[in-house]
């Protein structure tokens, strides 16, 4: 089933993601994600990129967005996915 709200509406991001990661920084499942989808991904200057933002990733060709949503509920994330032109920005959610 195709989700018709949220990141999933869109199509470019259904595109599908192999990846594997051991102790991942945000950047770095950033940049898988814009080589999946061609789509402009950026984060907030307050999403650091010093932290791992998990032990480890394995994804086998999941949607695009539901890795973008998993990395926005990260621990060291604790964010949220905003429209950013004709892309998507990576903010906070306010916690610091």
């Known amino acids: 089933m195709t989700p018709t709200t949220g990141l999933g509406a869109d199509p470019r991001l259904r595109a599908k993601v192999k990846a594997n ?10 940049d898988v994600l814009r080589k999946a989808t061609g789509v402009t ?3 907030a200057d307050d999403i650091q990129n010093k932290y791992y933002v998990a032990g480890s990733y394995s ?15 990260s621990k060291y994330v604790q964010g949220k996915w905003e429209t950013d032109g004709d892309g998507y920005r990576l903010v906070r959610n306010g916690n610091p």
């Not at 990661?21 to 950033?30: G, I, M, T």
Request: glycine share 4%; proline share 7%; hydrophobic share 55%.
């Open 59 to 73: 994804f086998n060709g999941h949607p695009a967005w539901q890795v973008m949503e998993m990395l926005a509920a």
């Open 21 to 30: 990661f051991a102790s991942p920084l945000a950047e770095q499942v950033l």
């Open 41 to 43: 991904l950026t984060r």
